[in-house]
């Protein structure tokens, strides 16, 4: 009876595994179709913000109101064509809305702001714990043919051991100019996505 309790729970556990790992991989392939100088910390800050959010940025309203304003000004002299917006992660909880939907016209700064402050609320978590869940992305994005120098692999399970959040890559900021905000799903694609294109 044990012996066999252990070994559906074995097989139950193989197959949730193998079943998360397509998403993610997916997930991975997609970062890197965007922006090909993606580097592991940018891989964990999409997964890391699908599964917490941006609760950890708004502490001071008024300050990151202000930050917004001020990035709008540098992300309207960007030259590189970032989306309007790309889900977090694998399982897209959260979307990030990039700035050129404000400077485009397309919604307006206050909409965004609006719909990133009721989104910035704590997540409740009931999946693997993320220090795991982290480690089997680092053998995803191994396997996607993304470097993962020694260093920056303590220095991430360090940040996923401390539930830390991480910035983007020099690399990736140097290319891509990710100037975005978070959205939970629910209310982009209510507030928000009816107004950006197809």
Known sequence: MRKSVLILFAAWLLLTV???RPGAAD???RMQAQCPDIELQDIYKSFYQ?????????TDTAAVRAWLISE??????????????EPTGAKGR?????LRCVNEGLISADLLFDAFARSAVP???????W???????VEAAQKAGIPCPEDDCQQLMHAANLGAAVHHSDAYRNACHP????????IFEKEIRPFLPE
């Open 72 to 85: 709008l000004q540098t992300a309207a002299i960007d030259t590189v064509p970032n989306p309007y917006f």
């Open 18 to 20: 193998t079943s998360c």
């Open 27 to 29: 997930a991975i392939r």
């Open 131 to 137: 220090p795991d869940e982290w480690q089997s992305l």
């Open 179 to 186: 100037h975005y905000r978070i959205v939970e799903r629910t």
């Open 94 to 98: 959260f979307v990030r809305v990039y």
């Open 123 to 129: 997540v409740p978590q009931s999946e693997p714990a």
């Open 50 to 58: 699908d599964r917490f959010g941006a609760g950890h940025m708004l």
